[in-house]
């Protein structure tokens, strides 16, 4: 099957299986963005290393909600 643009693609990805996504430093504004709409558009579950504190604080600034399951707290 061809596709003819980037939302057939998207739609067939969001059908499959969503799979864990580990990023590490993860308290980057730009990061949690893309993982947001990842989430969003059914095309992974983020799990986000780094700074919780930071983390949150930007979930927050993005309107994301961020369980606590989905952030582990290290130094990066």
Known sequence: MGYT???????DAARLKRNR???ACAHE????????????????QPLFIGDAERIYTIAHDLEYAVSAD???DELC
């Open 29 to 44: 504004h730009s990061v949690m963005e893309a993982l947001r709409l990842a989430q969003n558009a059914n095309l992974a």
């Open 5 to 11: 643009n980037f939302a057939q693609i998207l739609e």
């Open 70 to 72: 989905m952030v582990l």
């Open 21 to 23: 996504v580990a990023v």
